[in-house]
């Protein structure tokens, strides 16, 4: 079972990345799945999260209308389109697939991937 993120690198503040996620060793499509980022020395922090079915999205609100979430059950491929960077969203993300609990607690989740660093500087 592997979660293997990338897309991640250095942007100026403004700027886009889009993060990529293949899942691997698991029914990707039967599994609601979320990002949550870290920034050393602080709490996980969820990002986002899409329900699988429906597809419905949740987001944070420091995140709301500048990151989009979507998945290509196909591929098996999540995704976290980033616009508008902000310094503040400099962190290592992580894809992770749901477990059960609340969509926006970041231990929610009980499978990650290793991450991808975000960095946000000018």
């Known amino acids: 079972v592997q979660l293997q993120a990338s897309g991640g690198g250095l942007v100026q503040p403004g700027g886009s990345l889009t993060l990529s996620c293949i899942a691997s060793g698991f029914d990707f499509s039967r599994f609601s799945m979320g990002w949550v980022r870290q920034v050393p020395g602080k709490e996980f922090q969820w990002v986002s999260a899409?329900?699988?079915?429906?597809?419905?999205?949740y987001y944070a609100d420091s995140v709301k209308g500048r990151f989009t979430i979507s998945r290509d059950n196909a591929k098996p491929t999540l995704y976290l389109q980033m616009n508008g960077l902000k310094p503040d969203d400099t962190a290592r993300y992580y894809c992770?697939?749901?477990?059960?609990?609340?969509?926006?607690?970041?231990?929610?989740?009980?499978?990650w991937g290793q991450g991808t660093q975000v960095t946000v500087s000018s």
């Open positions: 899409i329900v699988t079915g429906h597809g419905t999205t």
């Open positions: 992770a697939k749901y477990d059960r609990g609340p969509y926006h607690e970041w231990d929610s989740y009980d499978m």
